[in-house]
């Protein structure tokens, strides 16, 4: 139990177009998700929280226009990275937080999707 | 704002040896987590410390919590080379909303 997964898991992209990336709780309703970015050999920085029903809370530098997250049902968040630059460039990685029967105080990583913009 | 460090950042030591990965973090908590990365890929959970003094274990690590110093320790006993990779503490600042250490990359040689 407890899986989260992340689509694509890889994505090439040229600058000035937009990218979506999907996270999933697959056997279990996330309440909370978190949207993290890690630069190489760099540690994680949480970029925003969404909620389901209510819009994302983003982290003091982060541009919310920019990364646009969407949390609209229990199960599926969705990041759009707009107009990317090579900047955005990144790894991308998701948590998500909800009712799993036996585990508490943890949220669950997604696999994480790595950006290359050109 | 809470601040979150580890060290050493950098680690290479022999199979067999003995060693201690140190977090620190700048104010009140009520929890740590520890993870492990390998190269390439997400986070995978090791341990959740949720209050002074806790200690877990699970094969040849260990890890445990201190918050009146606010200092938690990752040990790791008698390496083996199955370890090596990029450990993570990771500080929950409220709501779950965690700020992560730097990280320390573990290389273990036969």
């Known amino acids: 139990g407890a899986v989260v997964s992340q689509h694509p898991s890889r994505v090439i992209c040229k600058s000035g177009t937009s990218v979506k990336i999907e996270c999933r709780s697959l056997?279990?309703?996330?309440?909370?998700m978190f949207w993290y970015r890690q630069f190489p050999k760099k540690s994680l920085m949480l970029m925003a929280t969404s909620n389901e029903g209510s819009k994302a809370t983003y982290e003091q530098g982060v541009e919310k226009d920019k990364f646009l997250i969407n949390h609209a049902s229990l199960t599926l968040s969705t990041l759009t990275v707009t107009s990317a630059h090579p900047e955005d460039s990144s790894f991308y990685i998701c948590?998500?937080?909800?009712?799993?029967?036996?585990?508490?105080?943890?949220?669950?990583f997604g696999p994480g999707t790595r950006l290359t913009v050109l | 704002e809470l601040k979150v460090e580890q060290n050493p950042l950098f680690l290479s030591m022999q199979e067999g040896k003995n060693y201690t990965i140190y977090c620190n973090y700048s104010t009140t908590s009520d929890r740590l987590y520890w993870y492990r990365q390998d190269p390439g890929k997400s986070l995978e959970s090791l341990f959740v410390l949720l209050s002074n003094g806790a200690v877990k274990q699970e094969g040849r690590l260990m890890a445990s919590l201190d918050t009146k110093a606010r200092l938690s320790t990752l040990h790791i006993t008698a390496a083996v080379h199955d370890l090596s990779a990029t450990y993570f503490c990771a500080v929950d600042r409220g709501a779950q909303k965690l700020v992560f250490g730097q990280g320390t990359r573990l290389t273990i040689n036969p």
């Open positions: 056997d279990f309703q996330a309440t909370t």
């Open positions: 948590s998500a937080r909800g009712s799993v029967a036996g585990i508490h105080n943890e949220q669950f």
